[in-house]
């Protein structure tokens, strides 16, 4: 009699000791196929390897989380993302929601958490930390308003540039890695510190850190 196969999870997460805890953690129930540190590589073996549910940080370098979900699913719709993250603000939750995610855990929760959002992920169902959980429904029916998101007007390519020169990258090194030229970059740059009422790039950058595009 063949056993069962059990289901294929990948993680990524930059913190090779969280990622370790955590496969030991899943390793019980589900299969590992790998572990991943950026969004970049996220895409790469979620394409290669297929897995049934990706457990992902949000704030990875080069490509955070959401927004490497963001791009899978425009060629892989039916992809199962759980996002495990110390970001509580309900403005993470909400976005992660918005590109398609099927999970929203906080790392500082019950492990026995984690486990419930990836079966949850497997059966077609989303799981919320509970701890935000009333907040959400509460912002989505309207009884409470959604505090304004300053990340709702920045284009997926300005985030991108965002997250690389907050890493600190050289415009030049961002013009390389994006096939751009510095000019481009820079005009990106100045247009993203305009848009959002920032006079110096280390304005710029603390803006980055405090909304969770670089760790």
């Known amino acids: 009699m063949s056993v069962p196969a059990r289901p294929r999870v990948l993680l990524a997460d930059d913190h090779r000791l969280v990622a370790e805890a955590l496969k030991s953690l899943l390793s019980e129930e ?61 403005a993470y939750a909400r976005r992660a929601l918005k590109a398609g995610a099927s999970g929203f855990v906080l790392k500082h929760s019950a492990s026995a958490e984690l486990v419930l959002a990836v ?61 751009l030229s510095p000019r481009t970059v820079e005009d990106h740059k100045y247009r993203l510190m305009e848009q959002l009422g920032i006079e110096t790039s280390a304005e710029l950058i603390r803006f980055a850190l405090r909304h969770g595009i670089v760790p």
Do not use: C, W
């Not at 979620?46 to 927004?67: C, H, K, Q, T, Y």
């Not at 959980?133 to 029916?141: H, Y």
């Open 119 to 179: 079966r949850a992920a497997l059966q077609g169902r989303t799981f919320i930390a509970p701890e935000l959980a009333g907040d959400l429904l509460a912002t989505a029916s309207g009884s409470s308003p959604a505090p304004e998101d300053p990340l709702a007007t920045i284009t997926p390519r300005q985030r991108e540039i965002l997250q690389l020169l907050a890493e600190g990258r050289s415009a030049k090194e961002v013009a390389v890695m994006l096939s």
């Open 30 to 90: 589900f299969e590992l196929v790998g572990i991943v540190e950026n969004g970049y590589a996220m895409i790469d073996a979620a394409r290669e390897l297929r897995p049934d549910v990706i457990v992902a940080d949000i704030s990875m370098p080069a490509l955070n989380g959401i927004e490497a979900l963001e791009r899978l699913k425009v060629h892989e719709p039916h992809v199962r993302v759980v996002f495990l993250t110390m970001h509580r603000d309900l």
